[in-house]
């Protein structure tokens, strides 16, 4: 199990969430802006983000998180579809 105590201590674990900086706000960029797809050469929606960086309202909260988990779910169904 990992701690908050121990992350430092594994390669992939470096923190424990994500906070908007003021350069961010500064130049107005949202949860929303950084959620965006990426599309690929036939401008198709091809990778997905999520994680409370990109919500908009519960940004840094595990709600957030798994709010936009299901948003990228939703979103990788439709693109199937």
Known sequence: MFTSTTWSLYDN???????RGLEADKNNITGSDI????KNNLGEDSVFFAGEATH???FSTVHGAIETGFRAAQNIVNQCN
């Open 56 to 58: 908009e309202k519960y």
């Open 35 to 38: 959620a965006i797809p990426l």
């Open 13 to 19: 674990f470096y923190g424990s969430y994500s906070y």
